[in-house]
């Protein structure tokens, strides 16, 4: 299969490419163009392999990817170009709608041409994969039932929205042009490779450096947490046997409040690395809360579990330590992030 995903230097999308890369046969374009959150060292183990090339274009640029899609002949689009993070959404959200937005539709524009273009068996076996998140269903209070493929939608940052609205694009084309294109929603992903500005690498980075541990308000917020190279292998699963017009809710069946987050990671600290200064526990700072910060999100991934035949592999411990261990081992590549495009500050306060 020839697969083509879009933010492949990105967080996810650079473990969905590892993964393709590493554990099949699959030929992979990368559409990237190297936002601040991207990375090339990321994908540098598998760079140099026949079966992989990188364009740097924008997903916007609809001759680009048009040229890009009709030179490589996909099989499969995985698209997981993003804006993704919520504070940057708040401090600025035009970024996001003119990519979660704007970008999806102009990759649907480009996408849907390339797929009327085909024939037979290629036109019927294609497929296009839209990757999203499960902020889009909103705010769960903590006697609410997990979410799930059937929850309606509630976003409530810039961020949400944007996805919510590209959600809901991919779903128009599926049903308006009969487009072959799904949708899945996941939890909160961590693992290597992922830019500081996110909570588990922020808080393992500032722990190292014996800066102060920001929580919001109490600590008290839920995040059901998935180790990255699970996720990915979800992903993989699901463009290889994933239904037109469905949706697959992917979770790992691991909530913990932030605070839980936080201290663990020091914990782990203080055992790989002990600080002479004593336990990190003790640089844990409590914040102001950001605006329009939802409660709590968890997913049912019991139909994504039975349709894809997957689940999680790594419990939380097992994926926190190794990420962890991870960040001990590259201080290179965080540092020169550090230097060169974040530095730690705080984001998403203006309300």
Known sequence: MKVTVTGGCGFIGSAVVRHLMNRTDHQVLNIDCMTYAASEETLAAVASDPRYRHARISINDQAAVEEALEEFQPDAIMHLAAESHVDRSIDGPDAFIQTNIVGTYCLLDVARRYWLGLEGEKKEGFRFLHISTDEVF?????????????????????????????????????????????????????????????????????????????VYGKGENLRDWLFVEDHAAALVRAVECGKPGATYAIGARQPRSNLEVVRKICSLLDELEPDSAGPRERLITFVSDRPGHDFRYEIDPSHAERSLDWRAEHDFEAGLRKTVQWYLENRSWWQNLRNQRYDGRRLGVKA
Not at 146 to 152: H, M, S, V, Y
Not at 168 to 180: D, E, I, M, Q, S
Not at 193 to 199: M, Q
């Open 138 to 214: 909103g705010h769960l209070s903590p006697e609410d039932p997990p979410f799930t493929e059937e929850t309606a939608y509630d976003p409530r940052s810039p961020y949400s929205a944007s996805k919510a609205a590209s959600d809901h694009l991919v779903r128009a084309w599926y049903h308006t042009y009969g487009f072959p294109a799904f949708v899945t929603n996941t939890t909160n992903n961590y693992g290597p490779w992922h830019f500081p500005e996110k909570l588990i690498p922020l808080m393992i980075i500032n722990a190292l450096e014996g800066k102060p541990l920001p």
